[in-house]
């Protein structure tokens, strides 16, 4: 076998295209588009390299025109699960004694492949299934999961290169990073394409073989990225595939003495009750699993009387309402000080009045549809309570339609109480609450806002007064796991800003970071020595002469 010290190639971030009007891009992503709607499409299981199709299907529809079949998927059962991680287990041995180089030269052509052929086609899928508008696709489906595929080679790179700095005269110190001992689960959210082609991908990079079980309502996409894989030239079985609810994957995968791990994005009670069913579970494993999940939000923008109105608007609509509010990060909750808020409210009205909403193929809209019925129907639920409520105010928006999608206009609530439901719990749509506060009691106020989640995600602060932004970032170190100033609190990227929180917003791994990658690891340390001795006395064991 051939050896050499290889350098992968530096990654950097993939350049945004804008999608403009009348730009090669837009054309293509039009035809994709379109390409997508005229046909419905069969989707199976990938389980060992193969096409699985039950018979049992299901629909996919676009949320913002449900009226429209996409195609329909098909669903798994208990021996799908077992099925996908005896194929998982049959595929490690090869898979983790390829060379690491190998593998990296697979997950950078599924970078490439996704830069190129393929980045109108996953955009379109992203954009029908999970109606999002052409510029948070772009920014998700292509760009951040290129992101993460050239970012997790380096990274995987310099874990490799760490080694223990000394090994003295006749010995040799080193560390080798082994794949852990079983399969890998990844659980994965609709809401990003990006995380779902992450989470499966940075534990197979390592040398693991996994079992997938993406949300129902990205299958669409999943299945584009499996094809990525595939053409890619990840081996049979490496990444399985499976759609199936999860109550029933968890019954197979959580009892399994090869379960070594979890990788998750969803929410903080499903997680919760993960833990609890592995702690539960524990002595059935052959090695204590690996727990890395990223889980709710409710994050924050504090408002200083010292910032920026513009600043403020923008962090505001833009942190709120892209992707219909849809994203872990998007502002849910901001504190605006009374001798601000005339303007900053005549300024949200006027940016929110000009929103467009409606369906993704029409590149004006602004604003799509949430994610299916029960979302919509959840958050016209805590709309309609917010009307009825004397104490609440609502600012802007307020109504919603499902008649042929899923449609919420972004709102505005302003409440007298900082802690109103809206303010605590997580909704995951296009709603914002805001409490409006006396100047002078900001102090009071960064308590009121570290106390008020039991989540830690994000949260951003906007302020022109240094020394009130110094005092924010202390007081608040453990409110948000990503912490912006003077910005709205999403859009993290890959190599810049690694992504999670801790508290009840999950195990803090950091997406998009070394940290992540050496969870999927297990280190063994190798002393040699070359001169060993051959006699147990020790010198000090000698008799006084």
């Known amino acids: 076998m ?66 429209h079949l996409l195609g329909t998927y098909h669903e798994g059962n208990k021996q799908h699960v077992t099925d996908a991680i005896n194929a998982a287990m049959a595929a490690k041995a090869d898979w983790e004694n390829l060379p690491w180089e190998q593998r990296a030269a697979i997950f950078l052509k599924a970078a490439e492949l996704l830069a190129g052929p393929y980045r109108a086609k996953v955009n379109a899928a992203t954009m029908l299934g999970q109606s999002k508008n052409a510029y948070q696709a772009e920014i998700d489906s292509a760009c951040e999961l290129i992101d993460f595929l050239r970012f997790n080679v380096h990274y995987m790179t310099q874990i490799y290169a760490q ?88 019954e197979v995968v959580f009892t399994h003495p090869d379960f070594a791990g979890i990788h998750f994005t969803g929410s903080t009670g499903v997680f919760n009750n993960i833990w609890k069913t592995i702690g539960d579970n524990i002595s059935k494993y052959k090695s204590y699993p690996r727990i890395v ?81 029960k979302s919509f129907d959840k958050l016209a639920k805590y709309i309609d309570a917010a009307k009825a409520d004397d104490s609440v105010e609502i600012i802007t928006g307020g109504n919603y339609d499902k008649s042929q999608g899923y449609f919420i206009e972004p709102t505005v609530i302003k409440v007298n109480d900082p802690y109103y439901v809206t303010m605590c719990e997580e909704l995951f749509g296009p709603v914002l609450t805001i409490y409006v506060y006396e100047d002078a009691k900001f102090s009071e106020v960064v308590d009121i806002v570290d106390k008020t989640s039991v989540y830690a995600l994000t949260g951003a602060i906007i302020a022109q007064d240094r020394y009130a932004i110094a005092e924010m970032t202390q007081r608040l170190r453990n409110a948000a796991g990503n912490f912006y100033i003077n910005d709205k609190p999403t859009g993290a990227v890959v190599g810049q800003q690694p992504f999670g929180g801790a508290r009840g917003s999950g195990t803090n791994d950091k997406a998009g970071s070394m940290i992540n990658l050496l969870r999927w690891v297990s280190p063994r340390t190798i002393k040699e020595t070359f001169d060993p001795p051959k006699d147990y006395r020790y010198p000090f064991l000698a008799k006084e002469v």
């Open 2 to 67: 051939l050896k050499g010290f290889f350098n992968a190639p530096q990654p950097v971030n993939e350049p945004v295209l804008n999608y403009g009007p009348r730009s090669v891009e837009r054309a293509a992503l039009k035809a994709a588009l379109e390409d997508a709607r005229s046909k419905q499409i069969d989707i199976p299981m990938y389980i060992g390299g193969k096409e699985v199709r039950s018979g049992k299907t299901a629909e996919l529809r676009p949320p913002h025109d449900h009226k």
């Open 163 to 250: 080694q223990p700095p000394i090994s003295p005269k006749g010995v040799w110190n080193r560390v080798e990073q082994r794949p852990l001992e079983g399969f890998v689960f990844a659980l994965t959210p609709f809401n990003f394409t990006a995380i779902a082609g992450n989470l499966p991908t940075s534990a197979a990079m390592m040398g693991n073989v996994v079992v997938w079980k993406p949300a129902n309502t990205q299958i669409y996409a999943a299945n584009v990225l499996m094809q990525v894989f595939n053409e890619a030239g990840v081996p049979p079985g490496v990444i399985n595939l499976v759609y199936i609810d999860g109550p029933t994957v968890g």
């Open 293 to 373: 999940g990223e889980t709710g939000g409710k994050d924050f923008v504090l408002i200083h009387p010292s910032a920026d109105v513009d600043v403020s608007n923008v962090a505001l609509v833009r942190g709120a309402f892209e992707y219909q509010g849809q994203k872990c990060s998007a502002a849910s909750r901001a504190y605006v000080p009374a001798s601000l808020w005339p303007a900053i409210s005549e300024r949200m009205k006027r940016d929110i009045a000009s929103f467009k909403m409606g369906p993704v193929e029409d590149f004006e809209n602004f604003i799509n549809a949430v994610i299916d019925e």
